[in-house]
RNA sequence: GCGGCUGUAGCUCAGCUGGUAGAGCCCUCGGUUGUGGUCCGAGUGGUCGUGGGUUCGAGCCCCAUCAGUCGCCCCA
């Protein structure tokens, strides 16, 4: 008999799996996010892993990050010559379902999508090649309120509240600012200058200002996209400063109006959570007001772990109709991972559901202990009947290895009472199937 | 796609100026009769990422390759 080959296990890099008690806390976290959504009204869908090529083209170069998918046996005689691609993000797809169903849809549609995206890009910490990202986007026919820029970021502002992540801070800002002050300014080319301006967080304004000085700008306009740049607020005090600025256009003061009225919105939240931030303007090019970005206060430069904005007409290359719409998304595997490799997802003892672990006294006494599981799962319980009458010693460490907090002992001989044992306290007690609560006394 | 760093047991690592591998944790069993977490004892486990080269001899040196990781680009 030979040997047979053993290959060394290992997930590929980027494509992230957890051991059961980290997945626990990560469908906790999706509960409680999904509950968020739909305490605003927003309705669930989902849409397939995989789109056709050209739909996912349709908007923007993102040829690099996409995957495409084949049989790796095609076959020749297959005529379809439509390729087949894993969607990189929700927003597309969004935009395709929503022009295939939109006499069935009801607008504003607002949805919610908590799916896996793929990306192919050099896998880092907090960056991976697949992900979970949690979606909630307004679609609008011809418009979309901007009531609804402001509701998305109180959305997530809540939510990420209720996740217990430490503190962070939402940016706000509005495309049509920046390219308005660009169009005040006459600069013609906007991408080197926005690029500049988004990495000011990153690179300081040394940093940012030797950037703009390689786009060959008058050192006079550089100073002022600087100080446009610096410019953030916890309310609309924004609007006195940008006008200070001195420059002037009608894209800028539309921008302005926008983004003033979005943060009026917002004062109900607690002070710090969300800024009027200039300096934000996101790569995305399909974004044409409002833009959103998150980031944890005691790691910026980890990257946003909430972003999106608003874009006009994201669905005009499937429907010859003006869908406008305002999208946020939190990026559940970044900023879970981040967590979880800082240590503060909470109780990683649990490795199951398992409230309770009937221990099973012998093979004979079988039945009796599945009856009684039976009667604790009819109450709402989550129990697991011991596999094997095993040594009690054994049937112990086991319940100890996968954290499950109590230990039921029926009883071993007729005449005597059910025990239960609090495994964290250690102490054990009698009790009965039928009314044992989980509680402080027990 | 472009740069820097790393690659020894399941995990974290040690291995001095080259002489054919170690620790801790984990895991398994035991410390007798119906109960864990501590302690004690014993044990399993590595062709030192892979392929070449130098050498009497390489985990340690050289080359290549693969993988991981960090930074850039971009982004959740």
């Not at 509960?31 to 927003?42: A, L, T």
């Not at 740049?229 to 609007?239: G, L």
Request: charge should be negative; glycine fraction near 8%.
């Amino acid at each position: 008999m030979t040997d047979p080959k053993i290959y060394k296990p290992r997930a590929v890099t980027g494509f992230p799996e957890w051991l059961p008690e980290v997945r626990r806390i990560e469908q906790q976290w999706m509960d409680h996010i999904r509950k968020v959504f739909e305490s605003y009204g927003f309705c669930s869908i989902e849409t397939p892993s995989i789109e056709e090529l050209d739909v996912l083209r349709a908007k923007g170069e993102v040829d690099k990050e996409i995957y495409v998918l084949e049989r790796l046996h095609k076959d020749d005689n297959d005529k379809s010559d439509a390729r087949l691609a894993l969607h990189f993000d929700q927003t597309v797809p969004l935009a395709r379902y929503v022009a295939q169903h939109f006499n069935e849809l009801d607008f504003p549609f607002k949805r919610y999508q908590m799916q896996r995206v793929w990306r192919g890009e050099r896998p880092q910490a907090g960056r991976f090649r697949e992900f979970y990202q949690c979606d909630i986007d307004v679609i609008g026919v011809d418009n979309v309120p901007l009531h609804f820029d402001s509701e998305l970021a109180a959305i997530m502002v809540d939510i990420l509240r209720g996740l217990d992540i430490g503190p962070f801070q939402m940016q706000i800002s509005n495309r049509k600012i920046l390219i308005g002050l660009c169009e005040g300014l006459g600069i013609s080319n906007i991408a080197p200058v926005t690029r500049a301006i988004d990495k000011i967080e990153k690179i300081g304004a040394e940093g940012t200002r030797q950037l703009l000085s390689e786009a060959h700008l008058p050192a006079q306009i550089i100073e002022t996209l600087i100080s446009f740049a610096q410019i953030k607020t916890e309310n609309e005090s924004f609007v006195e400063k940008v006008l200070a600025l001195g420059v002037s256009s009608p894209t800028l003061a539309e921008g302005i109006a926008e983004l003033a009225s979005v943060m009026a919105r917002l004062t109900h939240i607690e002070r710090g959570y969300v800024v009027a931030d200039l300096s934000i303007v996101r790569g995305l090019d399909y974004y044409t007001g409002t833009v959103y970005e998150t980031k944890l206060l005691e790691n910026r430069d980890f990257g946003s772990i909430c972003s999106g904005g608003r874009y006009d007409d994201l669905a005009g290359s499937y429907i010859n109709k003006h869908l406008p719409g305002v999208g946020i998304s939190i990026g559940l595997s970044r900023l879970f991972d981040y967590m979880r490799i800082n240590g503060k997802l909470g109780d990683l003892t649990r490795k199951s559901p398992t409230d309770i672990l009937v221990c099973l006294p012998s093979d004979e006494n079988r039945n009796a202990a599945a009856e009684v599981a039976k009667i604790l799962r009819d109450r709402g319980l989550n129990v697991e009947l011991y596999h094997s009458g095993q040594k009690i010693k054994k049937q112990m460490e086991y319940a100890v290895r996968k954290g499950i907090p109590f230990v039921w002992f029926p009883p071993f001989d007729v005449g005597q009472p059910h025990e239960v044992k609090n495994m964290k306290t250690g102490t054990q007690s009698t009790a009965d199937p039928k009314t044992w609560m989980i509680g402080k006394n027990s």
